[in-house]
Protein backbone atom coordinates (compact mmCIF):
# COMPACT_ATOMS: atom_id res chain seq x y z
CA UNK A 1 0.00 0.00 0.00
CA UNK A 2 1.23 3.28 -1.28
CA UNK A 3 -0.17 6.59 0.62
CA UNK A 4 -1.37 9.20 -1.40
CA UNK A 5 1.03 11.97 -1.48
CA UNK A 6 0.20 15.13 0.35
CA UNK A 7 0.66 18.29 2.19
CA UNK A 8 2.25 18.06 5.60
CA UNK A 9 0.89 19.60 8.69
CA UNK A 10 2.37 21.01 11.76
CA UNK A 11 0.67 20.52 15.14
CA UNK A 12 3.03 21.77 17.19
CA UNK A 13 5.63 18.84 17.00
CA UNK A 14 4.04 16.03 15.50
CA UNK A 15 3.57 16.74 11.70
CA UNK A 16 0.81 14.82 9.64
CA UNK A 17 1.22 13.90 5.96
CA UNK A 18 3.41 12.62 3.60
CA UNK A 19 6.92 10.62 4.59
CA UNK A 20 5.34 11.04 8.41
CA UNK A 21 3.94 8.06 10.34
CA UNK A 22 -0.40 8.49 10.81
CA UNK A 23 -0.74 9.56 14.25
CA UNK A 24 -3.81 8.31 16.45
CA UNK A 25 -5.72 10.93 18.04
CA UNK A 26 -8.81 10.75 21.09
CA UNK A 27 -10.44 13.62 22.29
CA UNK A 28 -11.52 14.67 26.06
CA UNK A 29 -15.04 14.36 27.45
CA UNK A 30 -14.66 16.00 30.13
CA UNK A 31 -16.25 19.36 30.55
CA UNK A 32 -13.54 22.00 29.87
CA UNK A 33 -14.60 24.23 32.57
CA UNK A 34 -13.64 21.74 35.03
CA UNK A 35 -9.43 22.07 34.66
CA UNK A 36 -8.72 19.74 37.15
CA UNK A 37 -10.34 16.93 35.45
CA UNK A 38 -9.30 17.73 32.07
CA UNK A 39 -5.90 18.26 32.74
CA UNK A 40 -5.90 14.97 34.76
CA UNK A 41 -7.75 13.17 31.38
CA UNK A 42 -5.38 14.68 29.33
CA UNK A 43 -2.04 13.48 31.27
CA UNK A 44 -3.81 9.49 31.50
CA UNK A 45 -3.85 10.07 27.52
CA UNK A 46 -0.19 11.08 26.72
CA UNK A 47 0.53 8.13 29.34
CA UNK A 48 -0.94 6.09 27.22
CA UNK A 49 1.05 7.44 24.06
CA UNK A 50 -1.62 9.18 22.06
CA UNK A 51 -0.30 11.49 19.72
CA UNK A 52 -2.58 14.56 19.41
CA UNK A 53 -5.68 15.34 21.92
CA UNK A 54 -8.99 17.53 21.20
CA UNK A 55 -10.66 19.35 23.67
CA UNK A 56 -14.15 20.90 22.88
CA UNK A 57 -14.47 25.12 23.67
CA UNK A 58 -17.91 25.49 23.84
CA UNK A 59 -17.80 29.50 24.16
CA UNK A 60 -15.48 32.56 24.70
CA UNK A 61 -16.00 31.41 28.41
CA UNK A 62 -14.00 28.37 27.35
CA UNK A 63 -11.07 30.19 26.11
CA UNK A 64 -9.27 30.83 29.43
CA UNK A 65 -10.05 27.61 30.47
CA UNK A 66 -8.31 26.01 27.55
CA UNK A 67 -5.35 28.58 28.44
CA UNK A 68 -5.18 27.31 31.67
CA UNK A 69 -5.39 23.65 30.69
CA UNK A 70 -2.77 23.74 27.93
CA UNK A 71 -0.55 26.20 30.80
CA UNK A 72 -0.73 23.09 33.41
CA UNK A 73 0.08 20.61 30.82
CA UNK A 74 3.60 22.06 29.65
CA UNK A 75 4.17 22.98 33.31
CA UNK A 76 3.51 19.09 33.90
CA UNK A 77 6.06 18.36 30.75
CA UNK A 78 3.17 17.07 28.66
CA UNK A 79 3.83 18.18 25.05
CA UNK A 80 1.18 16.60 23.41
CA UNK A 81 -0.34 19.08 21.09
CA UNK A 82 -3.95 20.16 21.58
CA UNK A 83 -7.00 20.89 19.67
CA UNK A 84 -9.95 23.29 20.18
CA UNK A 85 -13.18 21.83 18.73
CA UNK A 86 -15.19 24.73 17.88
CA UNK A 87 -19.04 24.41 16.13
CA UNK A 88 -20.74 27.72 16.15
CA UNK A 89 -18.84 30.02 17.11
CA UNK A 90 -16.51 31.42 14.93
CA UNK A 91 -15.40 33.97 17.52
CA UNK A 92 -14.50 31.68 20.08
CA UNK A 93 -12.13 29.95 17.26
CA UNK A 94 -10.62 33.34 16.55
CA UNK A 95 -9.42 33.79 20.70
CA UNK A 96 -8.55 30.36 21.68
CA UNK A 97 -6.27 29.86 18.33
CA UNK A 98 -3.15 31.72 20.23
CA UNK A 99 -3.83 29.04 23.08
CA UNK A 100 -3.94 25.40 21.00
CA UNK A 101 -1.48 23.65 18.49
CA UNK A 102 -4.85 23.30 15.83
CA UNK A 103 -8.52 24.62 16.02
CA UNK A 104 -10.98 22.44 14.49
CA UNK A 105 -14.02 23.92 12.97
CA UNK A 106 -17.57 22.46 11.38
CA UNK A 107 -17.65 24.56 8.05
CA UNK A 108 -21.92 23.63 8.63
CA UNK A 109 -22.07 24.90 12.05
CA UNK A 110 -19.17 27.61 11.55
CA UNK A 111 -21.49 30.56 10.36
CA UNK A 112 -24.95 29.84 8.14
CA UNK A 113 -23.81 32.80 5.43
CA UNK A 114 -21.17 31.40 3.61
CA UNK A 115 -19.55 35.06 2.41
CA UNK A 116 -19.75 36.28 6.27
CA UNK A 117 -18.45 32.67 6.80
CA UNK A 118 -15.63 33.16 4.20
CA UNK A 119 -14.68 36.63 6.19
CA UNK A 120 -14.66 35.00 9.53
CA UNK A 121 -12.27 32.63 8.24
CA UNK A 122 -9.88 35.03 6.79
CA UNK A 123 -9.49 36.07 10.34
CA UNK A 124 -9.18 32.95 11.93
CA UNK A 125 -6.36 32.05 9.53
CA UNK A 126 -4.75 35.50 10.20
CA UNK A 127 -4.74 34.47 13.82
CA UNK A 128 -3.21 31.15 12.89
CA UNK A 129 -0.49 32.12 10.87
CA UNK A 130 0.99 34.61 13.57
CA UNK A 131 0.61 31.86 16.29
CA UNK A 132 1.19 28.41 14.27
CA UNK A 133 -1.96 27.13 14.67
CA UNK A 134 -3.17 24.78 12.41
CA UNK A 135 -6.76 24.39 11.23
CA UNK A 136 -8.90 21.20 10.38
CA UNK A 137 -11.87 21.92 8.24
CA UNK A 138 -14.40 19.14 9.59
CA UNK A 139 -16.90 18.46 7.86
CA UNK A 140 -19.51 15.52 9.62
CA UNK A 141 -22.54 13.90 7.43
CA UNK A 142 -25.75 15.85 8.60
CA UNK A 143 -24.26 18.85 9.42
CA UNK A 144 -23.87 20.28 6.18
CA UNK A 145 -25.81 23.32 5.95
CA UNK A 146 -29.09 23.52 3.90
CA UNK A 147 -27.14 25.53 1.06
CA UNK A 148 -24.68 22.49 0.57
CA UNK A 149 -27.55 20.30 0.63
CA UNK A 150 -30.07 22.01 -1.16
CA UNK A 151 -27.01 21.89 -4.20
CA UNK A 152 -26.25 18.07 -3.91
CA UNK A 153 -28.60 16.11 -1.13
CA UNK A 154 -27.54 15.12 1.72
CA UNK A 155 -24.66 12.40 0.30
CA UNK A 156 -21.00 11.88 -0.02
CA UNK A 157 -20.29 14.16 -2.67
CA UNK A 158 -22.29 16.97 -0.70
CA UNK A 159 -19.27 16.25 2.19
CA UNK A 160 -16.68 16.54 -0.69
CA UNK A 161 -18.08 19.37 -2.08
CA UNK A 162 -18.74 21.49 0.71
CA UNK A 163 -14.94 20.29 1.93
CA UNK A 164 -13.75 21.70 -1.64
CA UNK A 165 -14.60 25.25 -0.71
CA UNK A 166 -13.27 25.70 2.47
CA UNK A 167 -10.18 24.01 1.11
CA UNK A 168 -10.12 26.77 -1.58
CA UNK A 169 -10.88 29.71 0.29
CA UNK A 170 -7.33 28.77 2.55
CA UNK A 171 -5.78 28.02 -0.61
CA UNK A 172 -7.26 31.58 -1.42
CA UNK A 173 -5.72 33.07 1.64
CA UNK A 174 -2.29 31.30 1.05
CA UNK A 175 -2.76 29.61 4.37
CA UNK A 176 -1.64 25.49 4.05
CA UNK A 177 -1.09 24.04 7.50
CA UNK A 178 -4.38 22.49 7.22
CA UNK A 179 -6.24 18.92 7.75
CA UNK A 180 -9.59 17.35 6.41
CA UNK A 181 -12.11 15.41 7.68
CA UNK A 182 -15.36 13.64 6.24
CA UNK A 183 -16.90 11.92 9.14
CA UNK A 184 -20.52 9.74 9.18
CA UNK A 185 -21.55 7.76 11.81
CA UNK A 186 -22.26 5.29 8.74
CA UNK A 187 -19.37 3.36 6.85
CA UNK A 188 -20.24 3.18 3.96
CA UNK A 189 -21.13 7.05 3.30
CA UNK A 190 -17.67 7.89 5.48
CA UNK A 191 -15.33 6.03 2.59
CA UNK A 192 -17.18 6.96 -0.28
CA UNK A 193 -16.73 10.75 0.84
CA UNK A 194 -13.07 10.29 1.29
CA UNK A 195 -12.61 9.06 -1.79
CA UNK A 196 -14.64 11.29 -3.58
CA UNK A 197 -12.51 14.30 -1.80
CA UNK A 198 -9.46 12.63 -2.53
CA UNK A 199 -9.80 12.88 -6.05
CA UNK A 200 -11.02 15.90 -6.05
CA UNK A 201 -8.16 17.14 -4.00
CA UNK A 202 -5.87 15.19 -7.03
CA UNK A 203 -7.43 17.08 -9.23
CA UNK A 204 -6.73 20.83 -8.21
CA UNK A 205 -3.10 19.91 -7.61
CA UNK A 206 -3.05 20.10 -3.76
CA UNK A 207 -3.93 17.44 -1.60
CA UNK A 208 -3.96 17.94 1.95
CA UNK A 209 -3.54 15.37 5.06
CA UNK A 210 -6.78 14.03 5.96
CA UNK A 211 -7.89 13.11 9.36
CA UNK A 212 -10.30 9.85 8.99
CA UNK A 213 -12.85 7.97 11.75
CA UNK A 214 -16.04 6.92 12.46
CA UNK A 215 -18.06 9.60 14.24
CA UNK A 216 -20.69 8.23 16.75
CA UNK A 217 -19.12 4.44 16.19
CA UNK A 218 -20.54 3.22 19.43
CA UNK A 219 -18.83 1.16 21.95
CA UNK A 220 -17.70 -2.10 22.71
CA UNK A 221 -17.23 -4.93 20.02
CA UNK A 222 -19.29 -2.96 17.98
CA UNK A 223 -17.54 0.55 17.85
CA UNK A 224 -14.24 -1.14 17.21
CA UNK A 225 -15.17 -2.94 14.63
CA UNK A 226 -17.28 -0.45 13.23
CA UNK A 227 -14.17 2.10 13.47
CA UNK A 228 -11.93 -0.66 11.98
CA UNK A 229 -14.22 -1.32 9.03
CA UNK A 230 -14.28 2.39 7.99
CA UNK A 231 -10.85 3.59 8.76
CA UNK A 232 -9.14 0.41 7.29
CA UNK A 233 -10.78 0.40 4.45
CA UNK A 234 -9.67 4.24 3.37
CA UNK A 235 -5.81 3.19 4.49
CA UNK A 236 -5.71 0.29 2.83
CA UNK A 237 -6.26 2.75 -0.39
CA UNK A 238 -3.77 5.17 1.26
CA UNK A 239 -5.66 7.74 2.26
CA UNK A 240 -5.37 8.78 5.94
CA UNK A 241 -2.71 10.32 7.63
CA UNK A 242 -3.89 10.49 11.28
CA UNK A 243 -6.92 9.00 12.73
CA UNK A 244 -9.43 8.81 15.21
CA UNK A 245 -11.48 5.93 16.46
CA UNK A 246 -14.57 7.31 18.23
CA UNK A 247 -15.71 5.02 21.05
CA UNK A 248 -18.52 5.90 23.70
CA UNK A 249 -15.94 4.82 26.50
CA UNK A 250 -13.20 6.44 28.39
CA UNK A 251 -11.27 8.02 26.00
CA UNK A 252 -8.26 6.34 26.69
CA UNK A 253 -9.66 3.47 25.14
CA UNK A 254 -9.49 4.92 21.86
CA UNK A 255 -5.68 5.00 21.80
CA UNK A 256 -4.96 1.15 21.60
CA UNK A 257 -6.98 0.67 18.52
CA UNK A 258 -5.92 3.78 16.93
CA UNK A 259 -2.72 2.60 17.47
CA UNK A 260 -3.18 -1.00 15.95
CA UNK A 261 -4.50 0.93 12.73
CA UNK A 262 -1.14 3.12 12.90
CA UNK A 263 1.11 0.24 13.47
CA UNK A 264 -0.71 -1.99 10.70
CA UNK A 265 -0.77 0.29 7.70
CA UNK A 266 2.63 1.34 8.68
CA UNK A 267 3.42 -1.74 7.86
CA UNK A 268 4.79 -2.53 11.31
CA UNK A 269 1.82 -5.15 12.19
CA UNK A 270 0.88 -8.48 10.07
CA UNK A 271 -2.12 -9.46 10.21
CA UNK A 272 -3.22 -13.40 12.30
CA UNK A 273 -4.77 -14.49 8.98
CA UNK A 274 -3.14 -17.92 8.35
CA UNK A 275 -5.30 -18.89 5.23
CA UNK A 276 -7.92 -17.90 2.72
CA UNK A 277 -10.52 -19.84 0.71
CA UNK A 278 -12.79 -18.28 -1.71
CA UNK A 279 -15.50 -19.87 -3.49
CA UNK A 280 -17.34 -17.37 -5.40
CA UNK A 281 -18.16 -14.96 -3.34
CA UNK A 282 -17.62 -16.59 -0.27
CA UNK A 283 -14.79 -16.53 1.49
CA UNK A 284 -13.61 -19.11 4.36
CA UNK A 285 -11.08 -17.64 7.28
CA UNK A 286 -8.63 -19.46 9.62
CA UNK A 287 -6.91 -17.21 12.13
CA UNK A 288 -4.45 -18.43 14.25
CA UNK A 289 -4.71 -15.13 16.39
CA UNK A 290 -3.21 -14.27 19.83
CA UNK A 291 -6.24 -12.59 21.87
CA UNK A 292 -9.50 -12.21 20.98
CA UNK A 293 -9.45 -8.27 20.72
CA UNK A 294 -6.45 -8.99 18.26
CA UNK A 295 -9.00 -11.45 16.29
CA UNK A 296 -11.69 -8.94 15.87
CA UNK A 297 -9.82 -6.26 14.44
CA UNK A 298 -7.45 -8.13 12.12
CA UNK A 299 -11.09 -9.89 10.85
CA UNK A 300 -12.85 -6.39 10.56
CA UNK A 301 -9.44 -4.58 8.99
CA UNK A 302 -8.97 -8.02 6.38
CA UNK A 303 -12.90 -7.99 5.20
CA UNK A 304 -14.45 -5.13 6.05
CA UNK A 305 -13.73 -2.91 2.81
CA UNK A 306 -13.83 -5.98 0.49
CA UNK A 307 -18.15 -6.53 2.21
CA UNK A 308 -18.76 -3.03 1.85
CA UNK A 309 -17.17 -3.05 -2.12
CA UNK A 310 -19.55 -5.81 -2.75
CA UNK A 311 -16.17 -7.34 -3.71
CA UNK A 312 -17.25 -10.32 -1.40
CA UNK A 313 -21.28 -11.46 0.30
CA UNK A 314 -20.33 -13.59 3.15
CA UNK A 315 -17.53 -14.80 5.17
CA UNK A 316 -17.33 -17.64 7.13
CA UNK A 317 -14.68 -17.51 10.36
CA UNK A 318 -12.49 -20.31 11.79
CA UNK A 319 -9.16 -21.07 13.30
CA UNK A 320 -8.02 -20.22 16.77
CA UNK A 321 -7.07 -17.69 19.60
CA UNK A 322 -5.46 -17.73 22.67
CA UNK A 323 -7.38 -16.67 26.00
CA UNK A 324 -5.82 -17.06 29.23
CA UNK A 325 -2.89 -19.12 28.00
CA UNK A 326 -5.37 -21.33 26.27
CA UNK A 327 -6.01 -21.70 22.77
CA UNK A 328 -9.67 -21.16 21.81
CA UNK A 329 -11.46 -22.79 18.65
CA UNK A 330 -13.56 -19.65 16.77
CA UNK A 331 -16.28 -21.50 15.34
CA UNK A 332 -16.87 -24.14 18.34
CA UNK A 333 -16.97 -21.04 21.08
CA UNK A 334 -19.26 -18.83 19.47
CA UNK A 335 -17.13 -16.26 18.30
CA UNK A 336 -17.49 -17.06 14.91
CA UNK A 337 -21.16 -16.89 14.12
CA UNK A 338 -21.70 -13.13 16.58
CA UNK A 339 -17.97 -12.00 14.71
CA UNK A 340 -19.57 -12.64 11.38
CA UNK A 341 -23.12 -10.93 12.26
CA UNK A 342 -21.01 -8.32 13.48
CA UNK A 343 -19.03 -7.69 10.53
CA UNK A 344 -21.67 -7.68 8.11
CA UNK A 345 -23.66 -5.22 10.16
CA UNK A 346 -20.72 -2.67 10.05
CA UNK A 347 -20.38 -3.29 6.21
CA UNK A 348 -24.14 -2.78 6.40
CA UNK A 349 -24.64 -6.17 4.40
CA UNK A 350 -26.90 -7.96 6.79
CA UNK A 351 -28.41 -5.83 10.21
CA UNK A 352 -29.15 -8.98 12.61
CA UNK A 353 -29.70 -5.79 15.88
CA UNK A 354 -30.68 -2.42 16.25
CA UNK A 355 -28.14 -0.38 14.19
CA UNK A 356 -26.83 1.56 17.07
CA UNK A 357 -25.61 5.36 16.77
CA UNK A 358 -23.90 7.16 20.15
CA UNK A 359 -21.34 9.97 20.29
CA UNK A 360 -18.27 9.02 22.16
CA UNK A 361 -19.32 12.31 24.13
CA UNK A 362 -17.36 15.57 25.14
CA UNK A 363 -17.18 18.79 27.41
CA UNK A 364 -20.67 19.26 26.08
CA UNK A 365 -22.69 16.67 27.32
CA UNK A 366 -24.50 17.08 29.95
CA UNK A 367 -25.67 13.55 31.20
CA UNK A 368 -24.26 10.35 32.08
CA UNK A 369 -23.78 9.48 28.01
CA UNK A 370 -21.88 6.27 28.63
CA UNK A 371 -24.56 4.77 31.17
CA UNK A 372 -27.84 6.04 29.65
CA UNK A 373 -26.28 4.31 26.36
CA UNK A 374 -25.75 0.59 27.77
CA UNK A 375 -29.44 1.06 29.33
CA UNK A 376 -30.54 2.14 25.50
CA UNK A 377 -28.84 -0.60 24.34
CA UNK A 378 -30.07 -3.18 26.79
CA UNK A 379 -33.85 -2.13 26.62
CA UNK A 380 -33.93 -2.26 22.84
CA UNK A 381 -31.62 -5.27 22.03
CA UNK A 382 -34.80 -7.29 20.69
CA UNK A 383 -35.21 -4.84 18.26
CA UNK A 384 -34.45 -4.99 14.53
CA UNK A 385 -34.32 -2.94 11.14
CA UNK A 386 -34.40 -0.11 13.32
CA UNK A 387 -31.26 2.82 13.87
CA UNK A 388 -31.06 4.42 17.54
CA UNK A 389 -29.08 7.48 18.44
CA UNK A 390 -27.70 8.22 22.07
CA UNK A 391 -26.54 11.83 21.05
CA UNK A 392 -24.71 13.82 24.52
CA UNK A 393 -25.89 17.24 22.69
CA UNK A 394 -27.86 19.67 20.15
CA UNK A 395 -24.23 19.88 18.25
CA UNK A 396 -24.47 16.31 17.59
CA UNK A 397 -28.57 16.14 17.97
CA UNK A 398 -30.71 15.96 14.99
CA UNK A 399 -27.94 16.80 12.52
CA UNK A 400 -25.22 14.41 13.28
CA UNK A 401 -27.25 11.21 14.09
CA UNK A 402 -28.52 11.25 10.48
CA UNK A 403 -28.95 7.78 9.88
CA UNK A 404 -30.83 7.51 12.72
CA UNK A 405 -35.07 6.32 12.63
CA UNK A 406 -35.31 7.40 16.72
CA UNK A 407 -32.94 9.84 18.52
CA UNK A 408 -32.11 10.28 22.57
CA UNK A 409 -30.82 13.69 23.16
CA UNK A 410 -29.20 15.60 25.88
CA UNK A 411 -30.58 19.12 26.16
CA UNK A 412 -28.88 19.88 29.96
CA UNK A 413 -30.37 20.44 33.06
CA UNK A 414 -31.79 16.86 33.45
CA UNK A 415 -33.87 16.51 30.54
CA UNK A 416 -33.89 14.95 27.02
CA UNK A 417 -35.69 15.72 23.93
CA UNK A 418 -36.62 12.16 21.87
CA UNK A 419 -36.36 12.47 17.76
CA UNK A 420 -38.08 10.81 15.36
CA UNK A 421 -35.59 11.14 12.28
CA UNK A 422 -34.95 14.65 12.24
CA UNK A 423 -37.94 16.07 14.02
CA UNK A 424 -38.33 16.29 17.83
CA UNK A 425 -41.67 14.28 18.97
CA UNK A 426 -40.84 15.06 22.33
CA UNK A 427 -39.07 17.61 24.56
CA UNK A 428 -37.72 18.61 27.86
CA UNK A 429 -38.86 15.30 29.53
CA UNK A 430 -36.46 14.21 32.74
CA UNK A 431 -33.78 12.02 32.06
CA UNK A 432 -35.72 9.03 34.34
CA UNK A 433 -38.24 8.76 31.84
CA UNK A 434 -36.44 9.24 28.82
CA UNK A 435 -35.54 5.75 28.36
CA UNK A 436 -38.97 4.44 29.05
CA UNK A 437 -40.90 6.69 26.36
CA UNK A 438 -38.23 6.20 23.23
CA UNK A 439 -38.89 2.16 24.01
CA UNK A 440 -42.11 2.77 23.88
CA UNK A 441 -42.38 4.79 20.96
CA UNK A 442 -40.54 2.34 18.52
CA UNK A 443 -42.96 -0.54 20.06
CA UNK A 444 -45.92 0.96 19.41
CA UNK A 445 -44.74 2.26 15.78
CA UNK A 446 -43.60 -1.77 15.44
Known amino acids: ?263 RYDGKLVSSLRNVLIEGKTAEAVYDSPSRERLMLDFACDFGKRLMDKDLDEVKLSGTYISEGNKVDIAGSGTGEYLEDELMQATRRRFYKPEYIACPGCGRTMYNLQETFEKVKERTSHLKNVVIAVMGCIVNGPGEMADADWGYVGEGNGKVSIYRRKEAVMRHIPENEAVDLLVKLIEDEK
Open 1 to 263: MTRLQTLQAQIGAVRIGSGCPIAVQTMCNTHTYDVEGTVAQCIRMAEAGVDIIRITVPGLQDVPKMKEIRERLRKAGINTPLVADIHFSSETAIAVAPFVEKVRINPGNFNKDFEEAGRQLKRLLEVCREHGTAIRIGLNHGSLGDRITNLYGNTPQAMAEAAMEWINLCKSNDFYNVTVSLKSSNTCVMVEAYRILAEKMKASGTVFPMHVGVTEAGNGDSGRIKSCVGISSLLSEGIGDTVRVSLTEDPVNEIPVGRYLEQ
